[in-house]
């Protein structure tokens, strides 16, 4: 009797652990690597307004936009490749089209951009993107500056 008694606890406490473990916040894995200085960079030069790296932000939102750039579809074979991604504060003139704000850098290598200039007879070319994500929105995407 006393033997079921103190397996029927420790049965209990195991299944109450594991509850507990399931319910409480998890560490959200990889963030994505931050950006270098060189793409740190070009990033600065490619966005019209004063750029400031801000450092770390929320790791839900950074690792929800890892999960959505880090693994995406590769275009005839080439797998686009994620650079970096990091948080920013952007200001611009209020007559720019430029944003302001807080935001997320997404920075990727071999992207597919499709020729929609109509320029020559080239269906397009892979090139560097990088993806302004405001900070807090809620989603993955965002403006893409393709180069």
Known sequence: MRRSLLLLVA???VVGGIVV????????GPVGP???ARLWAVTQHRI????????TGP???????????????????????LLG???????????SFSPTGDYWVVFCDQVWSPNLGGFGDSPGAYGREIVLVR???????GN???F
């Open 59 to 81: 790791r839900g939102e950074a690792h929800g936009l890892w999960m959505r750039y880090h693994d995406q579809p590769a275009y005839q074979g080439v797998k686009p490749r």
């Open 48 to 55: 019209d307004g004063d750029v400031t790296y801000l450092g």
């Open 21 to 28: 473990w399931r319910a409480g916040p998890r560490d959200p």
């Open 144 to 146: 893409i500056m393709l």
């Open 34 to 36: 931050p950006l270098s």
């Open 85 to 95: 991604i990091s948080r920013v504060h952007i200001s611009s003139e209020p007559d």
């Open 11 to 13: 049965a209990v406490l």
């Open 135 to 141: 900070q807090g929105a809620g989603t993955t995407s």
